[in-house]
């Protein structure tokens, strides 16, 4: 029943069309809508899953690529590499805290001014699995693990998501949907850095090009050129003769390069279509929640949802942020530091959506300068958590995403000062955020009186 449980939960698709499917039926939509709403909302994640698989698939290489031509060794930060090496031995605390955790999200969504749904499924899973962790090695187990883990767990799904809105609403253009994916301070600090290197910088979005070179607006063909520049050069890197042994499968090396940095921008384009359908049956159906049972409640979700609001940014976010994971790596070297190697994948998924935060808020160098910061963040930030998850033997791998570096540092280091000072903790930050709800009902008085 757990792993059935875990399995709804985690996937992203059927956790959206669950919430659909009970936003259209407690707003008593005929029949024909809840299923032609349900139904679309499901296929637009699968959608956005689909494009997403495309992209891991033609960026992994990348990391081998990297590894073999410049010979860097290191920690790669891996959420699923982790998240499998303590499944073994977390796995029923870290599908309870799950469950109950969304249920502590609608409770603090529905008492606190914090009106978010937090509705990216796996980033919620492999947060419960870090917290049952760190609270384990704390000294929990049993009722109390759980209980205090989704408390914990509730917390995190409207705070996170509160930190990114007033970027959200820049971005959208409305207040709308809402922002669900565990690298909250990377895009936070992307964002504040537009704001003060932007001025006057435009966006990423407008390009004045020579008529011969027009067709670089189109995002897929810049996307698919500047990838088989970088996959072209690392080709040589790391040597045709090697590709062709070990990677392309007998594929010419250079067509493999191409055939990678076009399926790279695939991805892009079939994630972007995806969120378009998404985003137009989403919305609505939530509307019948926020009516009942959170008012005036928003669906926070995944990254890539930002994605089509400034798709030259997607890019430029990524190529930065890689590249400030790059320099931060040769500054832990100079140090004689663990290697933090740079994951291809999440400096894709972070740096591109850290592109478009800083975008947002500071135009082209926001995005760059933005985008460069998160990479250097995500880097340092996993670094420091590799302490706290290598007494428990996982000093190999680690989170790979900021906002989980800077709950598991808070978590572990509570959990070093004992179960009190967890207990302690967390029952202050809950106190805090149900006080905004108390807090929010006395303004509109405050002002009629003034």
Not at 227 to 249: H, R
Request: net charge neutral.
């Amino acid at each position: 029943m757990l792993h059935f449980i875990t399995d709804i939960l985690s996937t992203p698709a059927i956790l959206i069309g669950l919430v659909a499917l009970i936003g259209l039926t407690i707003q008593k939509k005929p029949s024909s809508d809840i299923i032609k709403g349900t139904v679309k909302t499901v296929l637009g994640f699968i959608v956005i899953g689909g494009g997403a698989g495309i992209l891991v698939n033609a960026v992994t290489p990348m990391g081998e690529l990297i590894e073999e031509g410049f010979q860097l060794h290191g920690v790669i930060p891996n959420n699923e590499a982790i998240y499998a090496t303590a499944m073994a031995e977390f796995g029923a605390s870290t599908s309870l805290i799950m469950a109950f955790g969304m249920v502590a999200n609608i409770f603090f969504a529905r008492f606190s001014k914090f009106k978010y749904i937090f509705l990216t499924g796996h980033h919620t899973l492999y947060m419960a699995c870090m917290i049952a962790i760190i609270l384990s090695v704390a000294g929990f187990s049993g009722v109390s693990m759980v209980v205090l883990g989704s408390v914990t767990l509730g917390l995190i799904m409207v705070i996170f998501p509160a930190m990114a809105q007033p970027f959200m609403r820049k971005i959208t253009g409305s207040d709308d949907v809402a922002f669900a994916h565990f690298s909250t301070v990377g895009y936070v600090t992307a964002g504040l850095i537009g704001k003060w290197v932007g001025k006057g910088s435009k966006s990423t979005e407008e390009m004045n090009l020579p008529k011969n070179l027009v067709f670089l607006r189109d995002s897929s063909i810049s996307i698919s050129l500047t990838m088989a520049v970088i996959y072209l050069v690392l080709v040589i890197a790391a040597g045709p003769e090697y590709v062709l042994q070990n990677m392309s499968g007998g594929q010419n090396p250079i067509v493999y390069a191409l055939m990678n940095a076009i399926g790279f921008a695939a991805g892009v384009f079939v994630i972007l279509q995806g969120v378009r359908l998404v985003l137009a049956e989403i919305v609505p159906a939530f509307t019948g929640i926020s009516q009942k049972i959170v008012p005036d409640a928003k669906p926070a979700l995944d990254c890539p949802i930002v994605f089509p609001y400034a798709q030259n940014a997607v890019l430029v976010g990524f190529l930065c942020s890689f590249i400030g994971g790059l320099v931060s790596m040769a500054l832990l070297g100079a140090m004689s530091m663990t290697l933090i190697l740079p994951g291809v994948v999440p400096h894709f998924f972070t740096g591109a959506t850290a592109g478009v935060f800083g975008n947002a808020t500071g135009g082209r160098r926001g995005a760059a300068i933005g985008a460069f910061a998160n990479g250097i963040v995500i880097t340092f930030l996993t670094l420091w958590l590799l302490p706290v998850l290598g007494d428990l033997g996982f000093a190999n791998t680690t989170f790979s995403d900021s906002d989980f570096a800077v709950t598991g540092i808070f978590l572990g280091y509570l959990a070093m000062a004992g179960k009190e000072a967890v207990v302690a903790g967390v029952a202050i930050i809950a106190g805090l955020v149900l006080a905004t709800n108390f807090m929010h009902k006395k303004t509109p008085n405050t002002a009629q009186n003034h």
